[in-house]
Structures are given as structure tokens and as C-alpha cells.
């Protein structure tokens, strides 16, 4: 199914667009930003599946092996380690 949608693009987006037309890559700057689109979808997609495993590899260790958690704990380590 196609949906038929006007867009608007910064300069830079659009020539870079109109470039992978002109070199064949894609047959239309839509075909383009849709193809972009789709790999954002596949990455994010991949992204939360990853993330989902090892939340659960995680839920699987033993009580002795749990990281200690509070709201900021992770920023905080984040900061030691810049020091």
C-alpha cells in the first residue's frame, strides 16, 4: 500500500536525496526517504529486541549477582567517570 503525503526537507536532506536519484540508487527522492524511513524502523526495531533480551538475561541472574538501582544511580557513575 502506498499513502500519498507532502513533505518538506532541509537543503541538505533534499540534495542529498536528489543525489542517490541522480546516481540510480532509488527511483524517486520518496522511494528515498522511504527506504531511509525503513532502516530507522529496522534499527530502532533492532534496537528494543536487543534491549528486551537483556532486560531478561538480567531478571535471570541470581539475587547476589543485582545491580542497585535509584533514580540518577546510572548518571551518577557516568559522572565519576569523567573525573
Same mark, same amino acid.
Given at each position: 500500500?502506498?499513502? @500519498?503525503?507532502?513533505?518538506?526537507?532541509? +537543503? &541538505?536532506?533534499?540534495?542529498?536525496?536528489?543525489? !542517490?536519484? &541522480? +546516481?540510480?540508487?532509488?527511483?524517486?527522492?520518496?522511494?528515498?526517504?522511504?527506504?531511509?524511513?525503513? /532502516?530507522? @524502523?529496522?534499527?530502532? +526495531?533492532? &534496537?528494543? /529486541?536487543?534491549?528486551?533480551?537483556?532486560?531478561?538475561? /538480567?531478571?535471570?541472574?541470581?539475587? +547476589?549477582?543485582?545491580?542497585?538501582? /535509584?533514580?540518577?544511580?546510572? !548518571?551518577?557513575?557516568?559522572?565519576?567517570?569523567?573525573?
Amino acid at each position: 500500500m502506498t499513502v @500519498k503525503q507532502t513533505t518538506s526537507y532541509t +537543503d &541538505e536532506a533534499f540534495a542529498f536525496a536528489r543525489e !542517490l536519484v &541522480e +546516481d540510480g540508487e532509488f527511483g524517486s527522492i520518496s522511494a528515498a526517504a522511504s527506504a531511509a524511513l525503513l /532502516r530507522m @524502523k529496522r534499527a530502532r +526495531d533492532a &534496537e528494543a /529486541r536487543l534491549l528486551e533480551a537483556e532486560v531478561l538475561r /538480567r531478571a535471570q541472574l541470581p539475587p +547476589d549477582q543485582y545491580v542497585a538501582w /535509584r533514580p540518577g544511580l546510572l !548518571l551518577d557513575a557516568y559522572d565519576r567517570a569523567g573525573d
